[in-house]
C-alpha cells in the first residue's frame, strides 16, 4: 500500500468514525469524540499550561474559553482530523485529549496528545494511542 493510498483511507476512515460516532474503550480509558460537553475551565487550563503543552501546537498562544469552544467546533467538521476526549474508567473524568490529523499532500498523519497534569504517569497517553491505531 502507498503512503498515498494510506492518507486517503485514513480521511475516509475519519469520515466514518465521525458519522458513527464510535466511542473507543480500553482498561484505564474510554475515548468519546470531542464535543462542547468537554469545554471546562479545567480544559483550557490544560492548553494554557506551558508544561503540559511543551510538545503540542496549542501551547503556542493562550486559549479563551471562546477559542477551545471554536476548536472543538472546527475538529467536528475538519475531514482530516479526528479529536477524542479521554475519558478515565477510574472516575468517570476527562483528563485529555488525543486526535489524529492527516495530510494527504504530505501523504502523513500525525497523532497528538494532551493530557492533564493529574492524569500523568498512569499509561493513559500510551492506552489512548494505542486503541487509535487499532482504528
Not at 464535543?35 to 508544561?51: G, I
Not at 498562544?61 to 469552544?69: I, K
Given at each position: 500500500?502507498?503512503?498515498?493510498?494510506?492518507t486517503v483511507d485514513l480521511t475516509q476512515k475519519i469520515a466514518e468514525i465521525k458519522s458513527q460516532n464510535n466511542t473507543l474503550r480500553g482498561q484505564k480509558i474510554i475515548l468519546e469524540l470531542l464535543s462542547q460537553k468537554y469545554l471546562s475551565d479545567e480544559?483550557?487550563?490544560?492548553?494554557?499550561d506551558p508544561v503540559v503543552c511543551r510538545y503540542n501546537s496549542h501551547g503556542k498562544s493562550v486559549y479563551t474559553s471562546q477559542e477551545a469552544s471554536t476548536y472543538i467546533k472546527q475538529s467536528k467538521i475538519a475531514s482530516n482530523l479526528v479529536v477524542y476526549a479521554i475519558i478515565s474508567t477510574e472516575n468517570s473524568k476527562h483528563v485529555g485529549n488525543i486526535?489524529?490529523?492527516?495530510?494527504?499532500?504530505?501523504?502523513?498523519?500525525?497523532?497528538?496528545?494532551?493530557?492533564?497534569?493529574?492524569?500523568?504517569?498512569?499509561?493513559?497517553?500510551?492506552?489512548?494511542?494505542?486503541?487509535?491505531?487499532e482504528i
Amino acid at each position: 500500500m502507498s503512503s498515498k493510498t494510506l492518507t486517503v483511507d485514513l480521511t475516509q476512515k475519519i469520515a466514518e468514525i465521525k458519522s458513527q460516532n464510535n466511542t473507543l474503550r480500553g482498561q484505564k480509558i474510554i475515548l468519546e469524540l470531542l464535543s462542547q460537553k468537554y469545554l471546562s475551565d479545567e480544559y483550557v487550563s490544560w492548553l494554557n499550561d506551558p508544561v503540559v503543552c511543551r510538545y503540542n501546537s496549542h501551547g503556542k498562544s493562550v486559549y479563551t474559553s471562546q477559542e477551545a469552544s471554536t476548536y472543538i467546533k472546527q475538529s467536528k467538521i475538519a475531514s482530516n482530523l479526528v479529536v477524542y476526549a479521554i475519558i478515565s474508567t477510574e472516575n468517570s473524568k476527562h483528563v485529555g485529549n488525543i486526535s489524529l490529523t492527516v495530510s494527504p499532500q504530505n501523504n502523513s498523519a500525525e497523532i497528538a496528545i494532551l493530557i492533564g497534569k493529574n492524569a500523568w504517569g498512569k499509561g493513559i497517553g500510551t492506552e489512548g494511542a494505542r486503541a487509535l491505531f487499532e482504528i
